[in-house]
């Protein structure tokens, strides 16, 4: 069989499995522009988990996406075999492994792709054809090259390694229907606003914090969203419940494509290191991102409109644990003045 090397010029079915989480997906679509740069002709498809899979269908350009569940214990056996059956049958030629998983690789096997290349992490080396030395402890390597070092055999040196969020025009237009009904006018200055973080405490400032931001941002002509998917609601119910003017709650109400819009719309993004986050900074929106136990090296938002804040003179941080073991010196250290003249410096300009 011809390499994928030999074949650069002709049509090349592609699959990409994609990360698991929405700021890893919105840090990999580099990755898949590089895809369409290295192989105009290509078939490429995306293999994304549910919860990520709305992000690569409301992109352009227009890209195929499977969608795939991986089930409880009991089930992932049976579902990785189901899964590798319905992607054999599909002739895959190249497979790129984004996440680092064991189980990445066993489902790229079991499709039967000749050519898999990822990082040989997690014991998986002897089911990859091109094995890359892992490289997450280099120092200063944001995801984004991480990523895109899967190519470099490839040659794709000089590719755009900025993210980039494009939106489709239909999702556009559901969104704004969304707007209508959550009463935002088009001469409103929207702020949205993400408390949240998927990954634990240490990455969540204070919710006092935010909502004594938000108050102190609030002016005519300004309306507040708060941001942020299941299991979020409480918090953004607790931030509403202490601020002087509550704004507009939509945590855990929206798909991940009508928050997209949502934040498409906004003058300003206010959030942790999430997903949200490094969505809004595809989108271009000006944000003002909060870092404590990770390292802005590896995964700060990649938008010139962008303000991070992160306590340097905190010995500890970045640890990368969900849970602290002190007493969140990080999040400590970022105090409400400092964002508040961060936000409002954004918002003038």
Not at 53 to 70: M, S
């Given at each position: 069989?011809s ?10 079915k ?17 990755l898949?522009?590089a ?22 269908e ?11 569940e991986?089930g ?16 054999r ?8 492994l984004?996440?680092n998983?064991l189980?990445s690789?066993?489902i790229a ?7 898999r ?18 490289r ?7 995801q984004?090259?991480y ?7 490839f040659?794709s ?19 704004l229907?969304?707007?209508?009904v ?7 200055l ?6 949240g ?11 006092e914090?935010?909502?004594?931001v ?8 300004r309306?507040?969203v ?12 607790r931030?509403?419940?202490?601020m002087?003017s509550?704004?507009?709650?939509t945590?855990?109400?929206t ?16 959030g ?12 271009g929106?000006?944000?003002?991102a909060?870092?404590?136990?990770t390292?802005?090296?590896k ?5 010139d ?9 905190v ?5 990368f ?16 003045d ?6 409002e410096k954004?918002?003038?300009?």
């Amino acid at each position: 069989m011809s390499t994928v090397q030999e074949r650069n010029s002709k049509e090349l079915k592609i699959v990409v499995l994609a990360p698991n989480y929405i700021g890893d997906a919105v840090l990999s679509l580099p990755l898949l522009d590089a895809c369409f740069q290295l192989w105009p002709q290509a078939n490429l498809t995306v293999l994304a988990r549910a919860q990520v899979a709305e992000l690569f269908e409301a992109r352009e350009p227009e890209v195929r996406v499977l969608e795939y569940e991986k089930g409880n214990s009991r089930q992932r056996v049976r579902n990785l075999m189901g899964l590798g059956r319905r992607l054999r049958r599909e002739g895959f030629e190249l497979a790129l492994l984004l996440p680092n998983s064991l189980s990445s690789a066993i489902i790229a096997r079991l499709a039967g792709v000749p050519q898999r290349v990822g990082y040989s992490t997690d014991g998986r080396g002897w089911l990859l054809t091109q094995g890359l030395e892992d490289r997450r402890k280099e120092r200063g390597l944001h995801q984004v090259d991480y990523y895109l070092g899967l190519l470099r055999s490839f040659g794709s040196s000089g590719v755009d390694r900025i993210p980039r969020l494009k939106l489709k025009k239909e999702v556009i237009e559901r969104g704004l229907a969304l707007l209508d009904v959550l009463g935002i006018e088009n001469n409103e200055l929207l702020i949205g606003v993400h408390p949240g973080a998927s990954y634990g405490e240490t990455k969540k400032w204070f919710r006092e914090r935010f909502a004594r931001v938000m108050d102190l941002l609030q002016k005519p002509g300004r309306k507040f969203v708060l941001l942020g998917g299941p299991g979020e609601e409480p918090l953004a119910e607790r931030i509403s419940a202490i601020m002087a003017s509550p704004p507009i709650n939509t945590v855990g109400k929206t798909t991940l494509a009508e928050a997209l819009v949502l934040i498409s719309r906004c003058g300003l993004f206010l959030g942790n290191d999430s997903g949200l986050m490094h969505a809004a900074a595809a989108l271009g929106i000006p944000q003002v991102a909060l870092f404590g136990s990770t390292d802005p090296a590896k995964t700060a938002p990649l938008n010139d409109k962008a303000v991070v804040i992160y306590p340097e003179g905190v010995s500890c941080s970045p640890c990368f644990k969900s849970k602290c073991p002190e007493n969140l010196e990080c999040m400590e250290a970022i105090t409400v003045d400092e964002v508040y003249v961060a936000a409002e410096k954004l918002l003038k300009s």
